[in-house]
Each structure stands twice: as structure tokens, then as C-alpha cells.
């Protein structure tokens, strides 16, 4: 089992940025807690409608929106583990996610590749995948493989089962495999304990995790809402990732961005919590801010990495692994 040097120790070489005090994330929270409770989420999953309300949530059906009580939200976050095991396929790979350990894997995904045979820019393949995946696996640098590059030479409804069987055959390192509705999340499910040997192999030792996103603004899809609970109800890990965009889905302030990002994650989070307390989670980011002038994402852009600061810092508040995107 690998377990990367704690970044931010002063025993170690590491970094850390502090771009809230903790009054301030205090208030952030705060104010999370009072749009979740009065503002609520817009929840398109019928499933997941059913069990925020078992779970003593207010759910106005008509309307579909969600509004969950300060103290479900406090209990999500006290049932979430503070670590969380991710398996590779060989257990050399194994990785613990906890408390100031970093790791690093590969972020996507390209649609365009340049072929390293011939020098044409063309869209990116199957083939493509599989072969960084083969890339990744060689590099000890990174720890997992996540999505990498769009098989597009293949249905988009089947896409996230064709890219986790193409990962998954040229990888021993874990494999996050994001999926975008139910059916996909539970064939995720059973392709991976095909590949462990079984369920029960799959639980104590899941070589796939979960990955969804919510939409800004305060938003739940269907095909977000079905596979946390999928994976939830399963005990795999999952990624639940929001990617506003301050100043087009968020508000342009920090702050104000944070608290809706902040609001859009633990709303995944009590979900997957009241599908099976005690599922493992991750607090992930790719939130960025719009190019006012092009109306373009920016990723790589400075307020992307103090965004990603801020991030981590909420989620070590809350004492769960964080995810975060960057370049």
C-alpha cells in the first residue's frame, strides 16, 4: 500500500495555502448551511427525491426542490469516513486518502489527439485510451488513472463501460470511472466485481470509485442524483465533484462562489449518505472562473488554484478527502 508524503507538515517538504481564516470558512459554512435550508437544490431524480425525504428532508415535488435541514447536513458529514482506501488492481497501487496526503493522477478528457505515428490532429479513440492508460501505469508519478481521453469511436450511451474496460485492461492502478445514469452505474458495478472476483472481493478491495457532478447552479441531474445512490448503496468510493464557474454558474466572488460549490457537494454528499451512512466519499473541485471576454472556462487560470485552495481547506474542515482539478 502506497501512502504519499503529508504536504503542509512542517516534518515534511511540502506546501499549503491558507486563503481563509477559519472564521471565514466558519461563515462559509454558514451561509451553506442557510441556501441548503431555505434555498434548496433542484432535484431531478425521483429515486433520490424519495430518499432525501425518508431522510427528514423537505421535498416540494412539484417544484422538485430539495431543502435540507442544517443538522441532516452536519450528520452527512460526521457519517462520512475521513479516510478513504482506493484498491488497484495490483496491490502495490493500493492508495490511502487521508488527512494531508497528496496524490496525483491524470485529469480529462480530451477529445483530440495528436497521433504520435503520423502527426495528424484527430479526434481520440478507444485505442487512444488504452494506450495512455498503458502510459500511466508506467508512471510512477502518478497514483490512479482517471479519464484521460473520449473513446470517440464508440456509442455515447455505452462511452463510461467502453472506457472502463479499455482502463481497467491496461492499468493496475485504481480507476475512478465517471458514468452519467443508473443502468451505467450499476453494469460500472458489476464489470468491476467481474474484475476483483466477485462482491464481496469488490468491497474489501474496489478497484473502481465513483465520479459525479452536480450542476451549477444548485442543481442534482438525474444522471448525477442515480449514480451516487448506485455506488453509495455498493460502499464504493465516489467523487462527487462540482465545476461551477464564477461569474457565469457561481457568483464572481470567491466567497460566493465557494458557498455555492460548497452547497451543490454536500448536497451529493447527504444523498450518498442517506442511501447507506457510512459511504466513503470525495470532496472534489474542478471549479474554475469564465473569460468575461471570450465566455470561455479557464482552467489553469490563477483564481482556478485559489479556488482549489479554498477547496481543500473546506474539506479538510469537514475532515474528508478532497479532489481537486488543475493542470
Given at each position: ?12 517538504i ?59 447536513v ?7 469516513p ?8 495490483d ?5 490511502v ?92 458495478i ?32 438525474e ?5 451516487i445512490?448506485?455506488y ?29 460549490h ?7 454528499i ?8 457510512g ?37 479538510r ?11
Open positions: 500500500m502506497k501512502r504519499n508524503p503529508i504536504a503542509g507538515r512542517k516534518s515534511f511540502g506546501c499549503s495555502i491558507s486563503i481563509f481564516s477559519d472564521e471565514d470558512l466558519e461563515m462559509i459554512h454558514d451561509a451553506t448551511l442557510e441556501v441548503l435550508e431555505y434555498a434548496g437544490l433542484y432535484v431531478q431524480s425521483i429515486d433520490a427525491m424519495d430518499i432525501y425525504e425518508d431522510g427528514g428532508c423537505i421535498v416540494e415535488r412539484e417544484s422538485r426542490i430539495v431543502k435540507i435541514p442544517a443538522h441532516i452536519e450528520d452527512a458529514i460526521r457519517s462520512s475521513r479516510k478513504v482506501f482506493l484498491a488497484g488492481r496491490p502495490r497501487h493500493d492508495i486518502l487521508e488527512n494531508g496526503r497528496v496524490n496525483f493522477c491524470p485529469f480529462g478528457e480530451g477529445v483530440m489527439v495528436i497521433d504520435p505515428y503520423t502527426g495528424e490532429y484527430r479526434q481520440s479513440t478507444k485505442a487512444d485510451k488504452g494506450n495512455v492508460a498503458r502510459l500511466v501505469d508506467a508512471l510512477d508519478q502518478y497514483d490512479m488513472l482517471e479519464n484521460t481521453v473520449a473513446p470517440r469511436d464508440v456509442h455515447p450511451e455505452l462511452e463510461s463501460l467502453h472506457n472502463y474496460e479499455v482502463t481497467v485492461s491496461n492499468t493496475t492502478k485504481h480507476v475512478p470511472q465517471p458514468c452519467h445514469d443508473k443502468r451505467s452505474a450499476q453494469l460500472l458489476e464489470m468491476a466485481a467481474e474484475v476483483a472476483g466477485g462482491r464481496e472481493k469488490l468491497k474489501d478491495r474496489p478497484i473502481v470509485s465513483g465520479c459525479t457532478c452536480p450542476q451549477s447552479p444548485l442543481t442534482i441531474s444522471g448525477c442524483a442515480d449514480p445512490i448506485e453509495a448503496r455498493a460502499n464504493l468510493p465516489q467523487n462527487i465533484l462540482s465545476m461551477a464557474l464564477a461569474g457565469a454558474t457561481s457568483p464572481v466572488t470567491l466567497a460566493g462562489t465557494l458557498v455555492t460548497n452547497a451543490e457537494v454536500l448536497g451529493g447527504v444523498l450518498a449518505q442517506l442511501a447507506r451512512r459511504a466513503p466519499v470525495m470532496y472534489g473541485s474542478s471549479t474554475s472562473i469564465i473569460d468575461l471576454r471570450r465566455a470561455t472556462a479557464t482552467v489553469g487560470c490563477p483564481e482556478l488554484g485559489l479556488i482549489s485552495a479554498a477547496v481543500a481547506r473546506m474539506a474542515m469537514y475532515q474528508l478527502p478532497s479532489y481537486l482539478a488543475g493542470t
